[in-house]
Structure formats: C-alpha cells, structure tokens
C-alpha cells in the first residue's frame, strides 16, 4: 500500500534525477497498523471529510480511493495541496494540537477510509513505542515538503511552478516517468495557483516540444528533461 510520494527537495526541479520517496519513514505495516484500530467506513465522491477552520481529533488513513487536500481564502479561490491515495494517511496534525483544520479534504471517488481519534492513537503508541520515533520523522518530512512547496508559489514563475509539480507527482511506472494520478489543466493550475488558460498553454507547449504527452484519462507521461525557459 505504501504510496510513494516524490522528493520536493530538488532544486528549481530542472532535469532532476529520479525522485526519492517523500513519507518513507512509516512503513506499509505500521500504516496498516494504525488502519486497523480505527472505524472502518466508505465515502461517496465529493464527500468533504475535512474542513478547513473546524476543531476535531482524527486522523484517516486510505484504504482505497483518493483524496484532494485544498485550502480557500476569503474570496474562494481554490489552491491544491496534495492528492493522496491508498496507503497515505491524512489530519494527523490534530492528534497533537487542538488547532482548527488548516486545510479541507475530499474524496475524489469513491473511497474506504479508517478514522483513527487521539485516544486510540495514543493506545496504538502504548503497544508499540517504536511508532512514535517513525510518526515524528514522517511528520518532519511533510513539513520540509510544504515549505519547499511555498517556495516554489512564492518564488517561482508560472512555467517553474508547473515542471516543479509534475516532476514532484511523476514516478518510475512500466519503465517511464509517469504521473499516476489523472490531472486536468483545472487540477494543476489550482496547484500552481495559476489560471486554467495559463497551464493550459504551457501544457500544450510542452506537449509540442516532447517533454510530455498525454496519455487516455489524463495520465502525464515526461519524456525528456524540461527545458531551463520556453523562451
């Protein structure tokens, strides 16, 4: 089930090497491990689990299916932090603080979660301390990848912003780099924060110079190195 997600510490993302898994410190069994102590329950597509700005105390670990985390601001525009599939896990921030949700989360199929409170996670370290040194270290790592990630909003233009995401999502899939996971132009430009018209250009530009193609349900394929500018 483990899903690995790709290294965001590469630089400005240009020619990059083949990623290194991103939330490697929890292993598939630990994983499964917290799953099982938790309640067990389907959710239909769109159903919001999480939202940004309530007070709770889960966590959720994939079981199947995928998740879209994305925050608004005031005006209701939409930006994408993660998509996460099975074998991932979601809101463990709330185990250890009492904060409001920063960020909401919503299936985007149908999907099988395990939610998992503070007090049966808490158990979960008192039969297996072990879990807690892991839990820290995987915490750690996400924390370096959302700060690379607004670096790459705050600092990067459009065109960067772009390569740095599908390089982050691609993975090695039958001997290609390939994004697994199915994204619009819509999903990427909220990712990117950006316009749709926008990625949509940039996207057929790098289609025309072989960077990339599309494959049937919106898989990316990178084919070659990005190029430094499209200039």
Not at 35 to 43: F, K, N, S, V
Not at 124 to 147: K, N
């Amino acid at each position: 089930m483990q899903q690995e997600t790709r290294d965001c510490a590469r630089g400005s993302g240009m020619g990059g090497s083949a990623a290194q898994p991103l939330f490697s410190e929890l292993a598939e069994e630990d994983i499964n491990y917290f799953a099982g102590r938790g309640h067990i329950a389907t959710y239909p597509k769109g159903e919001l689990i999480i939202r940004e700005g309530e007070r709770s105390d889960h966590m959720y670990v994939i079981l199947s299916g995928r998740v879209r985390v994305f925050a608004n601001n005031s005006n209701g525009r939409k930006i994408i932090l993660n998509i996460q599939e099975a074998g991932e896990y979601f809101g463990e921030i709330a185990l250890i603080d009492e904060s409001p949700r920063s960020a909401s989360v919503e299936t985007l199929e149908k999907s099988v979660l395990s939610r998992l409170s503070r007090k049966d996670f808490e158990k979960c370290l008192d039969e297996r301390p072990d879990l807690a040194g892991s839990f820290l270290s995987a915490l750690t790592l996400r924390i370096r990848y959302l700060t690379h990630s607004v670096k790459n909003l705050a600092l990067n233009d459009v065109y960067h912003r772009v390569v740095y995401t599908l390089e982050k999502l691609a993975e090695d899939i039958d001997g290609e780099r390939a994004i697994k996971i199915p994204l619009t132009h819509r999903d990427i430009a909220q990712m990117v924060g950006s316009s749709r018209e926008m990625v949509t250009k940039l996207m057929k530009e790098l289609q025309n110079r072989r960077c990339i193609e599309i494959r049937r349900k919106h898989r990316i394929v990178l084919l070659r190195p990005f190029p430094e500018s499209l200039s």
